[in-house]
Each structure stands twice: as structure tokens, then as C-alpha cells.
């Protein structure tokens, strides 16, 4: 995965924040600009406006998300472990860009819908790929968003989210390889 160049970066990083910490509404260019600390004409060198700026954390996501997609089927452990484990308590910058992108709203959040859909649908065809059952693999996809959503609330209450080994082999005994 190639990385922007700093400032871009450091633009992206302060509008995820700012989306994550206080909404779309308050993710102006201007104040974009401000966390970064760049001119709003430095910001907009490097994203002619905020539709662009979008634009660009939605591609990074769709970036770290096919990265995520790479690791998945090359996983030692294999998919659906590294799915769960990295679902429960996985990559924090791909945490916040997905948070970062379901926080944005109206057209933009059309946008970043599609975006997220063709994510979701990325995870989901290498877990149906692994367990060779388009059911079982949606469930398997449906614990992982459970433990993505306690990993959000428990990261608010400064608790661990990790699931288990247990709770790993009961997914592969359950799900994975019925009796």
C-alpha cells in the first residue's frame, strides 16, 4: 500500500478525526485545514474541495480494506480466524476510516455506503470462498460485525474486545465444520 505524501495525510488524518469526534457538519474545510495545521489553501493544493477530500478518505479506506482482504487469505491461522480476531480488535486505522466514512451523511454518505457495501462484500466472498457455504459465511461475517461493534464500545470504555481463542473455535466447530 503506498502511502500519500505527509501533508495529505495529515489532512485525511484531522478530517477522520474531526468525523469521528464531532460529525460531518463540523468537518469543514476549514476546520479540516486548521487540525492539520495547513492553510485552507494548503488543503485545498491537496483536495480542490471537500467532495475530493472525501473522495480521498473513501479511497483510502477501499486501499486498507483490500490490504485487509490480501492478509485474510493469506493468513496463517486462516481466513475466518483472521477475520473474527481482526473484527473484534484488528487494525485501528482501518477502524477509524470505516467509522470516518459511515459518519458522513446525505450525498456523501451515498457515496460511502457503496464504498463500505463493496467492502463488506470483499470479506464476505473469502469467507464463503474458505467455508464453502454462502450461510455460513454470513453468519460467520455477522459475528465478526458483533465483534466490531463491542470493539467500538468497549474502546469507549477502555476494555479489551479480543475475542477469544474459545470463542474462535467455537465459530470454526459451529460454523466452519459442522458436526
Do not use: C
Request: zero cysteines; glycine letters at 8%.
Amino acid at each position: 500500500m503506498s502511502r500519500p505524501p505527509v501533508a495529505r495525510q495529515k489532512l485525511l488524518d484531522a478530517f477522520i478525526r474531526i468525523l469521528i469526534d464531532e460529525g460531518e457538519r463540523a468537518a469543514t474545510v476549514e476546520a479540516v485545514a486548521a487540525r492539520a495545521g495547513v492553510s485552507k489553501g494548503g488543503l485545498l493544493y491537496h483536495f480542490g474541495s471537500k467532495d475530493a477530500l472525501v473522495e480521498g478518505l473513501l479511497d483510502l479506506l477501499s486501499e486498507v480494506a483490500e490490504a485487509d482482504v490480501v492478509a485474510m487469505r493469506a493468513a496463517p491461522e486462516g481466513a475466518v480466524a483472521h477475520y473474527l480476531r481482526t473484527s473484534g480488535a484488528g487494525d485501528d486505522h482501518l477502524k477509524d476510516l470505516y467509522v470516518a466514512a459511515s459518519r458522513l451523511t446525505q450525498d456523501h454518505g451515498r457515496r460511502a455506503g457503496e464504498r463500505l457495501a463493496v467492502i463488506e462484500e470483499g470479506w464476505y466472498e473469502v469467507l464463503a470462498e474458505t467455508v464453502g457455504d454462502p450461510v455460513r459465511a454470513k453468519l460467520i461475517q455477522l459475528i465478526g460485525d458483533g465483534l466490531y461493534l463491542n470493539s467500538i464500545v468497549a474502546d469507549q470504555a477502555a476494555q479489551s474486545s479480543t475475542p477469544t481463542a474459545e470463542l474462535i473455535t467455537a465459530v470454526d466447530t459451529l460454523i466452519v465444520r459442522p458436526q
